[in-house]
């Protein structure tokens, strides 16, 4: 036998029930073919700042501001700065 963490985090506006994904990850688990036991925790929820977001997103995910689309500086600011 082979154990195995994952950890999952899930960013989300508020509405999403905790306890019901947590009970859907380890649902969806111990359906998986090999898996003798498994077992989901929900231990830790934090609220985010729109930055904080932001740096999660970059180093966990690995999406940057530029890929996003959404850094504090667009293209048409730089342009505008640039002309006057």
């Known amino acids: 036998m082979v154990k195995s963490t994952l950890t999952v ?3 989300h506006d508020g509405s999403l029930d905790i306890r019901s994904a947590c009970r859907g990850i380890q649902d969806m688990t111990q359906t998986m073919e090999g898996v003798g036991i498994a077992h989901a925790s929900c231990k830790k929820t934090q609220p ?4 904080g977001y932001k740096v999660f997103r970059a ?3 690995g999406v940057t501001v530029e890929m996003a689309g ?3 500086h ?3 600011a730089t342009q505008d700065f640039a002309e006057v």
């Open 9 to 11: 985090s899930i960013v």
């Open 48 to 51: 985010l700042s729109e930055q």
């Open 74 to 76: 667009s293209e048409q």
């Open 70 to 72: 959404d850094a504090a």
């Open 59 to 61: 180093r966990v995910c």
